[in-house]
């Protein structure tokens, strides 16, 4: 079964960057897109970008770009989601999720999750 | 930027029937996609492609789709519903592959 297992809470000050990781199991890791989406206490879930595991290929939410990195590494199944020049509002759970299959044009959704990372920024 | 609008809140009584709309201008073009999050948990898909139901979803979850509104309708509506519900789509006008969340609906049993 589809499994997506991510790293554990982190509690980082203003200014510092966090590294989550998300490591998949369950299906041929490079067939399919992953996602990062973030939810800050008591909001909707916000979109952050997404990376295709076959080339290494990202895209990021304007919102995001400049401050956020996705990367994979195909040797351990893993994807990873860093973000820099941390602030009070990055505060969040931080999930992965499993998108379309990177060979065909199918649509972006999401029916296999992470268990979320939260993320706390505090001086 | 590409917005869906979904109402705040929606009140529904057990074994009722709730309807949660989500509104978007893409949306004759693009499917819609709905999840459900309750406290504490990561959200699970419970009507992709406007209204198919993944397997494991009871039968009471369904979705339709009318112009530029999707529709999440729970009848019979139990306890265990009690939750949010966010409906998703492509972001077209985004970077590539983007993708786009209503604000979220909170359904309350009554």
């Known amino acids: 079964q589809v499994q997506l297992v991510q790293s554990g809470a982190e509690v980082k000050k203003p200014g510092a960057s966090v590294k989550v990781s998300c490591k998949a199991s369950g299906y041929t890791f490079t067939s399919y897109y992953m996602h990062w989406v973030r939810q800050a206490p008591g909001q909707g879930l916000e979109w952050m970008g997404i990376i295709n595991p076959s080339g290494g290929s990202t895209s990021y939410a304007q919102k995001f770009q400049g401050r956020v990195t996705m990367t994979r590494d195909t040797s351990t199944s893993t994807v990873y989601m860093e973000l820099s020049s941390l602030r009070s509002e990055d505060t969040a759970v931080y999930y992965c999720?499993?998108?379309?299959?990177?060979?065909?044009?199918?649509?972006?959704?999401?029916?296999?999750w992470g268990q979320g990372t939260l993320v706390t920024v505090s001086s | 930027s590409y917005e869906l609008t979904q109402p705040p809140s929606v009140s529904v009584s057990p074994g009722q029937t709730a309807r949660i709309t989500c509104s978007g201008d893409?949306?004759?073009?693009?499917?819609a996609y709905w999840y459900q999050q309750k406290p504490g948990q990561a959200p699970v898909l419970v009507i992709y492609k406007d209204s198919e139901r993944p397997s494991g979803i009871p039968e009471r979850f369904s979705g339709s789709s009318s112009g530029t509104t999707v529709t999440l309708t729970i009848s019979g509506v139990q306890a265990e519903d009690e939750a949010d519900y966010y409906c998703?789509?492509?972001?077209?006008?985004?970077?590539?592959?983007?993708?786009?969340f209503g604000g979220g609906t909170k359904l309350t049993v009554l």
């Open positions: 999720a499993r998108g379309g299959s990177s060979s065909s044009a199918t649509p972006e959704y999401f029916q296999h």
């Open positions: 998703q789509s492509a972001d077209s006008s985004g970077t590539y592959r983007s993708v786009v």
């Open positions: 893409a949306l004759p073009k693009q499917y």
